[in-house]
């Protein structure tokens, strides 16, 4: 596999490939040329982040969701999610919890859940400023209007993540009824454009995905330059349309994200609880091979089971400091420091009045 080893050079050096090379790699590459880019993607991740691996804490604050996206377990439709929302005193009670483990980060992420409007999310995004300055707030909660993205910016947020879930129009539209793939779009540049760090992504696996998808999934995000990105196996969800359906794997996924690293060096890439559901060293897997972001859970164990996007999700069940210690020690058996500072992206600087970065050996 020469002729792969010296795409993956060419990828590694200029930073960028054609389209025809990372097909050729994606379609033929085997298991000794695919360490070979993990390796190379690992190496290109440390010029920048060294041997760190930053960490977020995450709430899930609601599971309602107007959309119907059909590979997801929240999807409006599906009558047997059990839906809950957190008010404003248990969303800081978990940043309060997540402060007090060291997070710098929180990630409150939920369905696109019309209950949350702009003025109950800036209260809500003020109020957690107000308390830990040093803190960076992102956000996970769908397509919405420029006008409400700005007052959010506005209120204090200062990362927003929107996977545009797949490249390709005609799969977009098939997948996600009712959505338009050019409002996806639009809404990530309109992000960039308000001065957010944004995060783009896309899942792996999908049905009826073509190399070629994936092709332009990588070229999307060469284009956009998101600050993170997220990718994941697709795991299929018993409630959902697709019911049945076989599923991405972890290998397919690890490839995708070393190629991510190698087209977007300086990109926070997150290492997926997705990926830790079909392999018990996912995770780890993952980090080795250039994903540099976890992101454990601070929701209450109550709520967790019930943010079911796929089946079988692991850690519903633990407490946050369980959770903490848990992907630490994962992190630091793989042979990378754990990073609690608010892990901006490299060529962002801190902002003034944040904590130095602590870093745990």
Do not use: W
């Not at 992420?109 to 949350?116: A, I, V």
């Amino acid at each position: 596999m020469e002729k792969i080893k010296g795409l993956i050079d060419t990828l590694y050096l200029n930073e960028d490939l054609s389209d025809e090379g990372l097909l050729e790699i994606i379609e033929t590459i085997d298991a000794t040329s695919a360490e070979y880019l993990f390796d190379k993607a690992l190496e290109k991740k440390a010029k920048h982040y060294k041997d760190t691996v930053f960490m977020r804490g995450l709430i899930e604050f609601t599971n309602y969701c107007k959309q119907n996206c059909s590979y997801c377990g929240i999807r409006g439709k599906n009558s047997k999610v059990d839906r809950y929302r957190l008010s404003k005193e248990m969303i800081l009670d978990c940043c309060e919890e997540g402060y007090a483990l060291g997070y710098r980060t929180f990630v409150m992420q939920g369905g696109e859940d019309p209950f949350f409007t702009d003025d109950i999310l800036t209260d809500i995004i003020r109020s957690i400023k107000a308390r830990y300055p040093d803190c960076a707030i992102t956000l996970s909660v769908g397509e919405r209007s420029r006008e409400s993205y700005a007052a959010l910016k506005e209120a204090g947020a200062d990362r927003y993540l929107l996977r545009h879930e797949t490249a390709s129009k005609a799969l977009y539209d098939a997948l996600h009824p009712g959505m338009r793939f050019e409002n996806r779009i639009a809404c990530l540049y309109t992000l960039k454009d308000l001065g957010f760090q944004v995060g783009a992504g896309f899942m792996v696996g999908l049905p009826n995905q073509t190399s070629k998808d994936l092709v332009a999934d990588l070229r999307f995000i060469k284009t956009l330059q998101p600050e993170m990105v997220g990718i994941g196996p697709y795991i299929p969800h018993e409630e959902t349309p697709l019911n049945g359906a076989k599923g991405g794997t972890v290998e397919e996924t690890l490839i995708m994200v070393a190629l991510a690293r190698l087209l977007l060096p300086m990109a926070l890439l997150p290492s997926t609880t997705a990926m830790g559901t079909l392999d018990p060293k996912g995770r780890e897997k993952a980090l080795k091979a250039g994903a540099n972001v976890v992101m454990p859970n601070l929701s209450p164990t109550d709520v967790r089971e019930k943010y079911e996007l796929y089946k079988d999700k692991i850690c519903t069940g633990d407490e946050a400091a369980h959770c903490r210690q848990c992907i630490e020690g994962r992190i630091k058996s793989a042979g990378f420091r754990v990073d609690m500072g608010r892990g901006d992206h490299a060529s962002i600087s801190i902002p003034e009045g944040a904590k130095p970065i602590q870093i745990i050996g």
